[in-house]
């Protein structure tokens, strides 16, 4: 499964593709795409250049979280710097996003929070 991903150009913030064509926040709530199915949504969302930068695909695991080889840089573009817990998601400003990026079995996951 894939998720279309890019970053906002009004606050910069990561942002996922959801259901309804609207960009999300949550990893949890983005559209997932299979096969040519993500190509298409991918092209399709690039024709929204005034909104969002960086657009790419990436692969999310059967626990809907970031898979791949670029789990764990998913997982910190998302939450936010790593040397300074008190900027980005994980400092805590917003309770509704990500607070802690744990490492369980290998593959990153989201604490107390959403992706």
Sequence with gaps: MKAVTANLLTNGRV??????GQWVERLADAMLFEGEGADTALAE????????????????????????????RETIRNAGPTVRTDLGKQAGNDP????????????????????
């Design 15 to 20: 942002v996922y593709l959801g259901a309804d």
């Design 45 to 72: 969302a690039s024709k929204r250049s005034r909104e969002i930068a960086d657009i790419y695909l990436i692969e999310v695991g059967e626990h809907g979280n970031a898979a791949g080889r670029e789990a764990i």
């Design 96 to 115: 509704a996003l990500l607070t802690e990026i744990v490492l369980g079995d290998g593959a990153p996951t989201i604490a107390s929070g959403s992706i």
